[in-house]
């Protein structure tokens, strides 16, 4: 029993590099083979060690998936670098369950929140530290680092959303985050 019992969380946020420690925390690294098909130059990536790590995932899941009702935390870290001119990026998704709304928030670094609604017109806010999004339901999302350091971004979603890849896999987004004349540009691209 608990009662009157005080206690530590069993998470804590470190909040220098917003790591997370304690159990249950997961972890997903991605590298270069692992995402490759969501960066536009292939002939760049064949130039490319296929186990470079572009970007990791902590998350910290109290209740299990699907729980309706409750929320899960995590941190992105996305390193710096380009296959081409194509920025390091994440790859992207909709919500399984589409309404669910979701916040991101800036730790370090520069990046841009890469947005897509279901008419696929996409759109990007600059990330940075303190900078804070709302994600509205039915709005695919991936994050893109633009800068020279790892862009560390936090998220709190709802642990019934659940994440949708496939749909993003197949059609991607309708603009590519591309680098030209050392700025990040938005460019319309449909497959």
């Known amino acids: ?28 690294h991605r590298v270069l083979k692992d995402v490759s098909s969501i960066f536009l130059d292939q002939d760049a990536i064949k130039k490319m060690p296929t186990e470079t790590l572009v970007y990791h995932v902590q998350s910290w899941l109290p209740v299990d998936e699907g729980t309706r009702g409750g929320l899960s935390f995590g941190t992105s870290t996305i390193l710096p670098g380009k296959v081409g001119n194509e920025y390091f990026m994440t790859k992207g998704h909709f919500h399984s369950l589409s309404d669910r709304a979701e916040f991101y928030w800036g730790v370090q670094g520069d990046g841009m929140l890469i947005l897509m609604d279901r008419d696929r017109n996409t759109w990007a806010e600059e990330v940075y530290p303190g900078s804070l999004h709302y994600i509205g339901g039915e709005i695919a999302h991936r994050l893109a680092n633009t800068g020279s350091e790892d862009l560390v971004v936090g998220a709190c979603w709802p642990s019934d959303a659940g994440h949708d890849y496939q749909e993003i896999a197949t059609n991607g987004f309708s603009a590519r985050l591309l680098e030209v004349d050392n700025n990040p540009v938005l460019i319309d691209y449909e497959k």
């Open 1 to 28: 029993m608990n009662h009157l019992k005080i206690q530590k969380s069993p998470v804590e946020l470190d909040l220098k590099d917003f790591s997370l420690k304690g159990e249950p925390i997961t972890y997903q």
